[in-house]
């Protein structure tokens, strides 16, 4: 996930009060429930036309197996600023203001917007919904009354919450990071910060809690000790485990990796990393890993890479669904539309089984060129249409078995014979000295890349 972009000052029209007598039509105006229309042609961009919640794939329906998610910060606190332009975007529910009013209205425009849509689920950070008081007490007060709300409309519409997490990021007293900062009252701030986000996740019913390290990590080696540092964070969320089994949170914890931006290294720069990690300090049985697919690009790796290493080694617990340019080296957090990635992280997720208690949360922004309040809802059905066919593509591609097969017997010496010793751990180098010995050079076997490549293609 990124941080998102706080709302400019400027003066906006005025909205209504955010009175519990706003109706479900106020924020959207002309724009109904989004239907299932498979039959609409390119320029019906207001309706599904893959995306049919009901509908069985082996097994399960497109519902269950997709679990879409919106995310509340670059979906309601998104401007279209970025480093070099100022904000493009305004809404004409959000007055720019940090009052608690402005914050209801945009949560009971969000809400709108999930059910229209037509998605179970949201995230958000706990300070895209509340703004920061003076001090942590009323920071925590403004928290507790917009989860009141967050609570009301949820149990109105149904609408749940995938995960919640806490912004350990964005405020100043974490320049130097979170729970690897070198001081230790900015590290007890941080763990004060997530007591309480455990505590809201819970009241809200959250099924997942998340840990984005957006700091925590190093500009230069010079000022850093990272032994240190990586000791105290794993401390840090052992004590949050700690704490999860002491307010009974039954949600599931995760980490998301992300190799670089803002620093110039975070300590949790892949999947394998993040594994690593968890294992070193005795954390692996308690948190999972969501992945995003754009971060997992900035790391150098393919697009589904990220997400098929974390699920074969049973850490693949959710996945911010989006993408990036990889020409450009940052985080562009774009919908994903390329139907052959949604394809290979669709049959990554079919083959361990869904992503529950996880889901496809849409860590997405709308380009800061897309001002429409319609821009904001094609972004998402292009993208649940983007998943829905690389659901049935991912179905076919399993049920045909060409590719398994491929796969299978590419690794059949280790079914028999010395790879089969080697397998379960019965033999050693002597023996498989001797079995060279005997046996000779190995042959060239063809990996077949091409083929692969070309069966999926015949199928996304």
């Known amino acids: ?35 299932y229309k498979p039959d609409g042609g ?18 399960k ?37 940090n009052s608690l009013e402005n914050a209801k209205r945009r949560l009971r425009a969000a ?42 409309l949820q149990e109105k519409t149904g609408v749940k919450l995938l995960w919640a997490t806490c912004n350990l990021f964005a405020n100043p007293r974490y320049m130097n990071g979170a729970a690897s900062n070198p001081d230790a009252h900015a590290f007890a701030h941080a763990a004060a ?40 964070m794993g401390r840090f969320f052992q004590m949050v485990v700690d704490y999860k089994e002491k307010i009974g949170f039954t949600g599931q914890l995760l980490i998301e990796p992300k190799p670089k931006e803002p620093t110039k290294h975070q300590y949790d720069y892949d999947a394998q990393t993040v594994i690593a990690f968890l294992k070193t300090y005795g954390l692996e ?85 897309s001002t429409d309040l319609e821009d904001m809802f094609i972004a998402h059905i292009g993208a649940m249409d983007s998943f829905a066919r690389g659901l049935k593509n991912a179905a076919k591609l399993i049920e045909d078995g060409t590719l398994d097969s491929l796969v299978k017997d590419r690794y059949s010496s280790f079914d028999k014979g010395i790879g089969a010793k080697v397998e379960k751990g019965t033999t050693s180098l002597e023996e498989l000295e001797a079995y060279i010995l005997e046996q000779g050079e190995p042959e060239l076997i063809s990996g077949k890349q091409e083929k692969c490549e070309a069966i999926v293609n015949f199928f996304a």
């Open 61 to 97: 329906t497109m519902e269950d197996w997709c679990r879409f998610s919106v995310c509340f910060w670059h979906t309601f606190r998104g401007t279209g600023a970025d480093p070099f332009g100022f904000p493009t975007i305004s809404r004409h529910w959000d007055d720019g203001s």
């Open 111 to 152: 809400f709108e917007f999930f059910v229209k849509l037509g998605v179970k689920y949201y995230t958000f950070h706990d300070r895209d919904i509340a703004p920061e008081g003076e001090n942590l007490k009323e920071t925590n007060s403004n928290l507790d009354e917009l989860t009141d709300l967050a609570l009301e």
């Open 42 to 59: 390119p320029g019906d961009n207001l309706c599904f036309k893959h995306y049919n919640p009901q509908e069985v794939v082996m097994g």
């Open 285 to 369: 049985d308690d948190f999972k890993l969501n992945i995003e697919p754009n971060h997992t690009t900035l790391a150098g790796h393919s697009y589904e890479h990220d997400v098929v290493m974390a699920s074969k080694f049973g850490f693949l617990g959710s996945i911010d669904s989006n993408t990036g340019s990889p020409d450009l080296g940052w985080d562009t957090d774009q919908f994903p539309m390329d139907i052959k990635n949604c394809t290979l992280v669709m049959k990554a997720i079919i083959e361990q089984g869904g992503l529950t208690p996880g889901g496809l949360n849409f860590d997405c922004k709308i380009r800061r060129e």
């Open 193 to 232: 910060q997530v007591k309480k986000g455990l505590e809201i996740a819970k009241k809200l019913g959250a099924e997942n809690f998340v840990f984005w390290g957006g700091r925590e990590g190093y500009h230069t080696l010079l000022n850093t000790d990272v032994k240190r540092e990586l000791d105290h």
């Open 1 to 35: 996930m990124s941080s998102f972009a706080p709302p400019t000052k400027k003066a906006r029209r005025s909205p209504s009060n955010g009175s519990s007598a706003d109706t479900e039509e106020d924020f959207f105006p002309g724009i109904s429930k989004i239907e």
